[in-house]
């Protein structure tokens, strides 16, 4: 058995928590809309097609904001086509994930199902095929008031309000050779910074997102950022990063590849600080990290080439218990960070390598990534506090050396409540954790959860969609101010507490 020894003081914080950190995202993509949110004929749905279960499972998760309406799918999408009468949306093609696309879901509706959902909406520009014309058109839709054409289109839709959008990307991945209308970096930014300046004229309440890398092993990645930000610093808020990780058939290997993402975070906030510097701007860029998850892509093959289908199957990912130990150390990943990245999209939401499940006919289910994601949403509120881990380390070819131990915790001083989130990242070792919590008193078990099992292949699926969820023993011990608990090896856990200060 290994030891780690946690540090923590009430003083040393890192940052209050932007509860957009929590987020999702629906794309037009196989089936996440379409048999997964949207699917008026099952007898789970409400008047207005929703699946009302897909709903409840959305709240439960704890999702925060949703991102839509795409992904790579955006970067051909007529908004316009998704308005109105639904019997006169047109069925178009779907270039990026080789489908029709019919229409019968669009922004009206996500509005809609946002608000059934109670999760914030982020919207993201077509800066692919669409420009700066459809940009401005889709704003004065969503966020104006007015007696001007498309203002007055969304109420004849039967929207009176506007909504009211503040958080907007500026196209999606456009680094990537496979986006629709891809661009170079100088093109991008050129283009972006028009959409900019022209959504700020419209509406000054906005918050802008330019598009980042697709990935950390992107060729383009650090030239991309430092010429895009340099471009267009003064017009956006937020730069995004993308990044999905797999096991490759090594589960050691994985359990550590939130290494990966600490370094992606560290490295995009250095570069968008060195532009700072070299502009000499008092403006601090965040981050957004609107797709990140576990998905196994070297496994997908581009759908064939010869049939358009609606809502075709793609990547409904099954998840493992492995997959789930790493859901929760990359959110252990994102709270670190916490004063940088200040929204975040578990990518995506239902169906497609997504933490909820549905099938037509049946109750939808939780996948294994379900519960990390559940419970940090829950209990991850307040402000990260700085906390120093000693633990054994390893090394691997692909991540190189990392501690065995990850944690973060959380202290929410308006519940009265602290959170140690933490994974044992080896395979075959249990440790013995004990948890130093200076500057609290009066320490109290509320609540504890762990994901970890000897077989950790195991899967929830439709046949068995409760084999896995969370053990639920209150197994920790409280002495004064040390917490203490068992890590099963490849596991996840959290700690929460009852805090006074002192
Ligand atoms: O989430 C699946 C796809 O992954 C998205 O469409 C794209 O943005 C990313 O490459």
């Not at 990307?169 to 986006?179: R, T, V, Y």
């Not at 661009?183 to 918050?207: F, T």
């Not at 008092?282 to 609107?290: E, G, R």
């Amino acid at each position: 058995m290994g030891k780690a020894n946690i540090y923590v003081n009430r003083h040393f914080s890192i940052s209050d928590i932007d509860k957009r950190v929590y987020g999702s995202f629906t794309e037009h993509m196989g089936r996440c809309i379409y048999e997964g949110i949207y699917e008026p004929d099952s007898e789970f749905a409400d008047e207005d097609g929703f699946r009302k279960d897909v709903i409840e499972l959305v709240k439960e998760l704890g999702v925060t904001m949703v991102r839509y309406p795409g992904g790579n799918f955006l970067s051909g999408y007529d908004w316009k086509d998704g308005i109105g009468a639904k019997e006169e949306r047109p069925t178009r093609l779907d270039l990026a994930w080789h489908s029709l696309e019919s229409n019968q879901f669009g922004m009206d509706d996500f509005m809609k199902w946002s608000k059934k959902a109670d999760v914030e909406p982020m919207m993201a520009m077509n800066l692919g095929s669409a420009g700066l014309r459809g940009a401005l058109d889709l704003l004065e839709y969503t966020n104006i008031d007015a007696d001007s054409k498309w203002a007055q289109e969304r109420v004849a839709n039967g929207h009176k309000d506007p909504y009211a959008v503040q958080v907007w990307c500026l196209g999606n991945e456009m680094d990537g050779p496979w986006q629709l209308g891809h661009k170079n970096a100088l093109d991008y930014s050129k283009l972006a910074g028009d959409v900019a300046r022209g959504m700020r004229q419209m509406d000054r309440n906005l918050e802008l997102v330019v598009c980042g890398s697709s990935n950390r092993n992107m060729p383009t990645f650090g030239h991309w950022e430092e010429e895009v930000l340099e471009n267009t610093y003064d017009l956006v808020d937020h730069i995004s990063l993308h990044t999905y990780y797999e096991s490759y058939g090594n589960n050691q290997e994985f359990l550590l590849c939130s290494t990966d993402l600490d370094y992606f975070i560290n490295e995009v906030c250095n570069i968008a600080d060195a532009v700072k510097a070299k502009l000499r701007s008092d403006k601090t860029i965040t981050l957004s990290l609107d797709e990140w998850n576990v998905w196994e892509i070297s496994k997908y093959h581009a759908q064939e080439f010869e049939k358009w289908e609606l809502a075709p199957r793609v990547i409904e990912d099954e998840y493992n218990v492995a997959d789930s130990v790493v859901v929760g150390n990359l959110l252990i990943s994102i709270l670190r960070r916490s004063d940088r990245v200040k929204m975040a999209c578990l990518a995506q939401l239902v169906n497609v390598i997504a933490p909820i499940r549905a099938e037509v006919g049946h109750p939808a289910w939780r996948q294994t990534t379900f519960y990390p994601f559940s419970y940090t949403a829950k209990y991850g509120r307040g402000k990260t506090l700085v906390t120093r881990i000693e633990s054994d380390d390893i090394t691997t070819e692909r991540y190189g050396k990392a501690k065995l131990v990850d944690a973060i915790t959380t202290y929410d001083a308006e519940s009265k409540t602290a959170s140690i989130f933490v994974v044992n990242r080896s395979l075959t070792e249990s440790q013995e954790l004990s948890v130093v919590l200076d500057g609290f008193t009066g320490i109290g078990l509320l609540d504890q959860a762990s994901i970890g099992n000897s077989n950790l292949s195991l899967t929830n699926n439709l046949e068995n969609p409760n084999r896995i969820t969370p053990d639920m023993t209150k197994s920790a011990k409280i002495d004064g101010n040390v917490v203490s608990a068992n890590l099963p090896p490849a596991s996840w856990q959290v700690i929460h507490l009852s805090v006074s200060e002192g």
